[in-house]
């Protein structure tokens, strides 16, 4: 079976353990003021656009999509499972996320995460990410790393 990205309601069963190994992952490598990702109630809460790969029919990882306005959108709880990782899911899921924004109307995509998160950082780069101040709610910390792309 190939690649499949389906839209998934962050309350759902496998959306809900995709966010929860997130969570295992984040926990003990940053502070809880160093972590902002939202909760399974707060995706639904601010109408963030969530979706789930699988890959020959098994849950290979998630992420979102949260619009502010026409200013920017930004990427939520993007995340792949370890067993996955390196067969081209991260990069399918971040360009369906960006063709989401860009489909709606967004041209500016924006995403925070961890500094320890090497290879989430290095796919953001290869896809045109390039570093930016905190915005938003994000803060000066020497833990996290804000980044933007332009979407053409």
Do not use: N, W
Request: proline share 9%; net charge neutral; hydrophobic share 40%.
């Amino acid at each position: 079976m190939p690649l499949h990205i389906q839209a998934e309601p962050p309350d759902s069963p496998i959306a809900r353990a995709l966010i929860a190994e997130l969570d295992a992952v984040l926990e003990p490598l940053y502070p809880p003021k160093s972590r902002h990702g939202y909760s399974v109630e707060k995706l639904i809460q601010q109408e963030v656009a969530f979706f789930v790969a699988y890959l020959d029919g098994q849950p290979a990882g998630c992420g979102g999509v949260q619009l502010f306005g026409e200013e920017y959108a930004e990427l939520k709880r993007m995340y792949v499972r370890p067993a996955f990782r390196g067969q081209g899911v991260g990069k399918r899921l971040l360009a369906h996320l960006q063709a989401y924004a860009y489909e709606r109307g967004l041209r500016v995509l924006r995403l925070e995460t961890g500094i320890f998160q090497t290879e989430a950082i290095g796919l953001y780069q290869r896809f045109g990410f390039r570093r930016i101040p905190p915005f938003g709610p994000y803060f000066e910390d020497p833990v996290s790393l804000c980044m933007e792309k332009r979407l053409a």
